[in-house]
C-alpha cells in the first residue's frame, strides 16, 4: 500500500498493484450512491482508500454515500469494505481521512492504536463476521500516546493507571537509538508494525491471510500534508 501516499504502487503480499486512476469515481460528486461495485478484495479496497485520500489531501472531497437513499438502505445491514484501526486522536478520523461514507469503514479507535481484548474482539467481528478483506493499522504524526509513552521511559517516572496501561503497551517498541523528537517519531512507526503483526499472528486472522482473504497493512497519517503512507 502507499507508496507517495495512498497513490502509485501499492505492495500487497508481493504483488505490485496500481491505484485507481483519480477519473474512476466510486460516487458522484454530489455524495449520491456508488457507481462501481463496493470493493470485495483488499486490493480494490486498496486502491478506494487510494482514491479517497487523495480526493482528501487535495480539498476535492466527494463525501460519499450519505444521501437519504443510501440512509435507508442501510437499515437492512451493512457490507463495509475496510476495517481501519486508528488512534483516537480527534485530528485523524478514517471516514475523512479517506473520503468514505456510512457504511463504508469499520472504524476501531485507541490510542496508540493499543490492543486489548475489546479491540481484538472488535477487529475479528468485522473481519469473521463481515468478511472483511482489508485491515488498516492507521498510525499519525505527533502521537500523544506515543509521545507520552517515551516520555514517561525517559523520566522512569509512572503514568495515571489507565494511561499507563496504553504506555506499557507501547514501550516494547520505543526506538531507543534516536533521541528527541527523532524518538517519537521513530516509535510512532515501530509501533503500528507491531500492532499489525500483532494482528497478522491472531490464529483467526492469520488463517484468512494464508488463503488469500484478508491483508493487514500499517499506515501512517501525516497532520502536515494529509497524506496517508505506507509503514512497511
Avoid at 491505484?19 to 478506494?48: K, V, Y
Amino acid at each position: 500500500m502507499l507508496r507517495g501516499g495512498l497513490a502509485g504502487a501499492v505492495a500487497l503480499g508481493g504483488a505490485a498493484l496500481t491505484t485507481a486512476p483519480a477519473s474512476a469515481a466510486t460516487a458522484t460528486p454530489d455524495g449520491g450512491p456508488r457507481t462501481t461495485p463496493r470493493p470485495g478484495t483488499a486490493e480494490a479496497a486498496l486502491r478506494e482508500l487510494a482514491a479517497g485520500n487523495r480526493r482528501w489531501r487535495t480539498f476535492r472531497e466527494r463525501h460519499p454515500d450519505e444521501t437519504p437513499a443510501v440512509r435507508r438502505s442501510l437499515t437492512a445491514g451493512q457490507q463495509p469494505f475496510a476495517l481501519v484501526l486508528g488512534c483516537i486522536d480527534s485530528r485523524v478520523p478514517p471516514e475523512l481521512v479517506f473520503d468514505q461514507g456510512l457504511g463504508d469503514l469499520m472504524t476501531v479507535r485507541s490510542a496508540g492504536e493499543v490492543l486489548d481484548e475489546a479491540v481484538l474482539g472488535s477487529v475479528a467481528y468485522g473481519v469473521l463476521e463481515l468478511d472483511i478483506p482489508l485491515v488498516v493499522v492507521l498510525g499519525h504524526q505527533s502521537c500523544g500516546a506515543v509521545k507520552a509513552a517515551v516520555q514517561a521511559d525517559l523520566a522512569g517516572t509512572g503514568l495515571p493507571r489507565h494511561i499507563q496501561y496504553l504506555a506499557d503497551r507501547i514501550t516494547p517498541y520505543i526506538d531507543r537509538t534516536k533521541e528527541g523528537d527523532a524518538r517519537v517519531d521513530s516509535t510512532i512507526d515501530a509501533n503500528v508494525r507491531g500492532v499489525r503483526s500483532l494482528l497478522a499472528a491472531e490464529p483467526d486472522l492469520a488463517a484468512r491471510i494464508a488463503a488469500g482473504e484478508l491483508a493487514v497493512v500499517g499506515a501512517r497519517y501525516e497532520l502536515t500534508t494529509q497524506l496517508v503512507h505506507r509503514v512497511a
